[in-house]
Every structure is written in structure tokens, then in C-alpha cells.
């Protein structure tokens, strides 16, 4: 294997593990998601409770925006920096 083969195949490791690390925390952020319309179903006319819920899914997709960039940023430049993004990023 030559020295470009080994330099490749590093790229490619990073690259999976990022989009692995991103993948992860957005199917977090769908659970998230999901549980929060089932419990907004599940008490529909406690309005403290369905605020919380809103706020919850609204911070959600957010996060899930911000993954999103990140695997937009990796797709056009994929030999950027690949480390996955820290729960706060998420």
C-alpha cells in the first residue's frame, strides 16, 4: 500500500466516524422528537406541559439543523477537519 493509499484510507475512517458520531445524535434528537408529540397526545389540555414539550421539540430541530450543516460542510469539503461535533454542538 502506498503512502497515498494509507492517507486515503485515514480520510475515509475520519469521514466514517464523523458521519457516524452525527448520525447518532440526530436519531437522539428524533427519539426526542417522537416522545415529546406522545406526550403532548397523551395530556392535550395541560398547557404547562405542552409548552415544555414545544420547547423541547423546537430545540430538537434545531440540533438537528446544525447536524445537518455539519455533514453539508463535510460533503464539500471532506478533507476538512472530521471531528464529530461535541454534545453541546448537538
Not at 440526530?26 to 417522537?34: A, E, I, K, P, W
Not at 478533507?79 to 454542538?89: E, G, L, R, Y
Request: positive net charge; aromatic residues 2%; hydrophobic residues 35%.
Amino acid at each position: 500500500m502506498t503512502g497515498t493509499e494509507t492517507e486515503l484510507r485515514r480520510e475515509i475512517a475520519m469521514l466514517k466516524g464523523a458521519i457516524r458520531e452525527i448520525a447518532h445524535d440526530m436519531n437522539n434528537h428524533l427519539g426526542v422528537l417522537r416522545t415529546a408529540t406522545y406526550l403532548i397526545e397523551a395530556a392535550p389540555h395541560n398547557e404547562a406541559k405542552r409548552t415544555h414539550y414545544v420547547s423541547l421539540i423546537n430545540a430538537s430541530v434545531d440540533k438537528l439543523e446544525a447536524g445537518l450543516k455539519q455533514l453539508r460542510a463535510l460533503r464539500e469539503n471532506p478533507q476538512s477537519d472530521c471531528a464529530p461535533p461535541t454534545p453541546k454542538q448537538l
